[in-house]
């Protein structure tokens, strides 16, 4: 079993849809966890980070993180054709040096 | 937000030649970076972890002598390609980690190589 499980898509919307993506750990022990945004052919954009359970809301962007079910989402509302790119989650690592486990990231394509 | 810069974005290289990538942390001290290997198509894969003044962490998997890394200053790490083949043409990307023991890492746009 992965650590991080991610739907890679893609995902087509409309625009101005809601979007939700999500993804599933596997170890308990993770505390922190991050969404990033990446373009084609660009390096990964942080988005957000959330530590433990709850909500986290930035503008259009919501993150969510249930730690009963092992199970973290990204909110878009009022979605854009800008954010069409590959989002991925992510989460440290126990350890040291506190490398971080990214999901396979999804696909998302917002149509005008 | 914190800033990484990597540079080149783009390189072309005849096989058999080395090509070095930096990585430097703009407004932030990197006590840690990390260098990663994307395929297309495919999610980042850690080639290693670099921590200033130090060896680099290699995963298992990665040839060392390939892949060079020196992490020399705080905000400042290469990743030298030795002898590139054309199977080494991939998408190079490189983070770094604030100190402090803070747990986001920021990317840089990241380096295509092409190997001739």
């Known amino acids: 079993q992965k650590e991080v499980e991610q739907d890679p898509g893609p995902l087509s919307v409309p625009e101005g849809a809601i979007v939700s993506l999500n993804c599933t750990y596997s170890n308990s022990a993770f505390q922190y966890f991050m969404w990033y945004r990446q373009y084609s052919r660009k390096g990964p954009e942080l988005l957000m980070y959330t530590y433990s359970s709850g909500n986290k809301e930035d503008g259009r962007f919501t993150a969510q993180v249930d730690k009963s079910s092992k199970y973290i989402s990204l909110f878009i509302r009022d979605s854009q054709p800008s954010d069409s790119a590959t989002y991925l989650c992510a989460t440290p690592n126990s350890g040291g040096y506190q490398k971080v486990t990214f999901g396979i990231g999804t696909k998302l394509q917002v149509i005008p | ?116």
């Open chain 2, 1 to 116: 937000g914190a800033v990484v810069s990597q540079h080149p974005s783009w390189v072309i290289c005849k096989s058999g030649t080395s090509v070095k990538i930096e990585c430097r942390s703009l407004d932030f001290q990197a006590t840690t970076m990390f260098w990663y290997r994307q395929f297309p198509k495919q999610s980042l894969m850690l080639m290693a972890t670099s921590n200033e003044g130090s060896k680099a962490t290699y995963e298992q998997g990665v040839e060392k002598d390939k892949f060079l890394i020196n992490h020399a200053s705080l905000t400042l790490s290469t990743l030298t390609v030795t002898s590139a083949h054309p199977e080494d043409s991939s998408f190079y990307i490189c983070s770094a980690r604030e100190g402090g023991g803070g747990n986001i890492q920021y990317f840089g746009a990241g380096t295509r190589l092409s190997v001739l």
